[in-house]
């Protein structure tokens, strides 16, 4: 069985736009048939939350990334997520880094 | 036409997600997706009116109570960004902002006059709200329209001009933020920074970092627990003040929290449920040839990139109790409790901050000269608001006179617009004089400050 993945969306409010940016990676997702789970959150709640659940991937979908995110964690620039521009690229990039990072 | 018309007096619960998904299909949209979101949308509309009818039942009373015993006659509650943009969706013509404003941006895109296209659908209702505005003073739907044209054009002119900066500062690349009420204060504080700010040698050294201040603050800062302290607050005016029961306060300290809350779950179905017509709005553009070959800039919600923004979100905690005292000490001018907007104030000097590059005494200085502007629009939109959600059947409790919200206020743009053309149509030329003389001043404030974009996405440049 396939390993499933737990991805951060984090942005600014954590409301509206998270929201969206949520839905249209889980389209993309299941999509490619690909399970993840996906959790919203604050930008400020990163550092926590990173801590207690260890995600694969953290997507910023607004803003600057936090200078205090683990290294060993894929932080990838969701943009595309807000623009709806790009969505297949970026995930298609993320999915193969995390294939080689098991590999 | 009967048949119709029956539907449109349903009101939006049933009409929206009929409309929207008539359009989701023209935007060739798959059947299902589309009728799945067409239905959220009815959901979401539902669900605003459960929140809207459960909290203000404790809060407005409870507001009005307190401006009485201030001597007001009406005091007036702020209902959040969330709810005046329901109420302004809520028209029976409002779903056709969106392909009339698409239209619009591809003519304007066309015609060269812009880099943008706007693909943040949701806050069309900037538009709307202008169109909303205009309507209810006049009842005149061709003028509603095209002052909402003439809004979205200089908003888009707004986003063009200040994306040199907003990329940069904001770290978006290949976007712009045609955002209303953010960027209409830009020239503003643009100005200030250029006139003013800028040439005091004490301030251009901030030994203050936002980023360790925002970690430390944690979760006590999130929206919720905003609303509890804000809250708390009231709650123990109302009781001193107003006379009323202790118990007041534990009552504001759950109802204000729960309006910031649930408003923003609610807003999320909404837009959740908007995602075909999104979809269908950016297929059509990515499939167009068109374009092909020249810069094109996104427009995307700057809401979430303003509360992303350390500075923003720093300085806004110090703003939302500059608010608060603003409207306590002068409340027969203000005449609007600032409450479930005050979660989202960071975004109201994200531009101020944008203009000193991150300074945070400069951005408190700058964005709190503007929010004065901001505080006073709340309260001139506050009757008009306040006739719309009556005409389309919210559920304001009894004895709630006044409804507005901060966020309403931040319109200034809209506002400058459609004061005087209304006071004109309508013979009411009292109306015209502070917006022209405001707008005059805003005009010289662009013109004035027309290079600092570039030359603040100059200068982070050097700084990387």
Known sequence: MEKKYLIYVACGSAAASASLARRRLIDALNARNIDAEIEIHRITELPGQIEARKPDVVIIAAGQTPASIPENILVVKGIPLMTGFGIDKLVDDMLTFLKNKEG | MQFVQSILNLGPTIMMPIVLFIMALIFRQPVGKSLRHSILVGVAFIGINAVLGAVLSTIGPAIQALGQAMGIEALGTDIGWGLASAITWSFSWAGLIIPVGFVIN?????????????????????????????????????????????????????????????????????????????????????????????????????????????????????????????????????????????????????????????????????????????DGVRDVFQKSERFKGREILIGIDAGPIGLANPTSVVVGMVGMVIYLLLTLLFPSFFKIMPLADLAIVPIYYMFAAAASKGNLVKTLINGTITSVLVLAVTSSFAQPLTEAAKLVNYALPAGMLLVSSVDVGAHILPWLIVMPVVGIVTGQPTMIIAPAIIGVLWVLCWIYAHDMPQKLADELEKEK
């Open chain 2, 106 to 278: 591809w003519i304007v895109l066309l015609l060269g006059w812009t880099k943008i296209f706007d693909a943040d659908i949701w806050n069309y209702w900037h538009w709307t709200f202008t169109a909303a505005m205009t309507y209810i003073w006049t009842k005149n739907l061709y003028l509603a329209f095209s002052l909402a044209i003439v809004v979205e054009i200089i908003t888009l002119k707004l986003g063009d001009w200040t994306s040199p900066v907003t990329q940069k500062y904001f770290d978006i690349p290949g976007t712009a933020l045609p955002h209303t009420e953010t960027v209409n204060l830009a020239p503003f504080n643009f100005a200030i920074e250029k006139a003013f700010l800028s040439k005091i040698p004490g301030l251009q050294k901030s030994k203050l970092d936002p980023e360790s201040i925002q970690k430390k603050v944690g979760f006590w800062g999130e929206p919720m627990m905003l609303g509890l302290y804000i809250g708390v607050i009231l709650g123990v005016l109302v009781w001193l003040v107003a006379g009323q029961p202790a118990t007041i306060i534990l009552q504001m300290g759950i109802a204000v929290p729960a309006m910031i809350y649930l408003e923003g779950r609610m807003i999320g179905i909404l837009i959740d449920g908007l995602m075909p017509i999104v």
